[in-house]
């Protein structure tokens, strides 16, 4: 692996918003970095405008064109085409602070037995969102939400060898499954780096994942069910254990899939919450309207 950073950035339809993107790039402090845009079957002119760039010279940049798929096979791609030693995904409504490159390698050399860093983002008025008050240095990503009360979003950056090892699954008909699904298979690898540095700058926009999850995760059941039933293998806390078991019965109905018990990582836990939800639901029944 060459030293320093792969930008990787998944795509579809969104050459208004990667100028922006772009710019920030073009004025890191670091040049230590690729940029690896994976189009994601984009019909508009991304595929135009980045070749403009590319033949511009002024940063590295690699140009990958798929299929529709979705972002989880985007990045798929994204991670194979990796060519520096770390590794992190910068969403085409996002940008980096003009000092973000230089900054995660410093911080990279400096710490110590980590795969990866967390980092905070702040959105476009300065404000963070990421929130994170305790006084750990190195934890899992799940325990930093779970166990240490790390709320929002944050920037991830990863070793590039060790997240070469995971791909997210594919399932028919489907182009979703939350990116949780491969940062549970990394925390089994060793711990991140909790750094209070704000390297990245949002936009959550109106046709985004973030506005729109609820509908996201019911349109692609099979991928929610891949990733629930993995982290309920993770789960270590009966509360946790109880809140993932009930998400899972609740996405088996979705699905119509009568192998509840049968795929349960708790068959009894499952068994006894199946039946209480539904008595529960039995007790409350909606009101009749009377006329």
Known sequence: M???????????????????????????????????????GSTDDTKSLINGWIKEGKINIRYFWQENAGKAQAHNLGV???????FTCVDSDDLLVTNAVERISKVWNECLN??????RKIDVNNQSVTFWNEKTKYCTLYDAYRKYGLKGDAMLVYKTEIIKKYKFPQFAGE???????????LDQEGYLYITQEKLCIVEYLADGYSFNISKVLEENPFGYQAYLVQRMKLDKKIKYKIIDTIQYIDNKQVIKDHRLIQDSV?????CLLYVAMKVKRSIIKPKTKLC
């Not at 339809?13 to 073009?26: D, E, F, G, I």
């Not at 194979?80 to 770390?86: D, G, Q, S």
């Not at 708790?266 to 499952?270: A, E, S």
């Open 2 to 40: 060459n030293q320093g950073i792969t930008i990787f950035t998944p795509t579809y339809n969104r050459a208004h918003r990667l100028p922006v993107l772009y710019q920030s790039l073009c004025k890191q402090t670091s040049r230590e970095f690729e940029w690896v845009v994976v189009d994601d």
């Open 80 to 86: 194979e085409m990796a060519e520096k030693n770390l």
């Open 114 to 119: 980590k795969i990866g860093i967390l980092c």
């Open 175 to 185: 182009k979703f499954i939350t990116e949780a699904y491969i940062y549970d298979c």
């Open 266 to 270: 708790y068959p009894i836990l499952t």
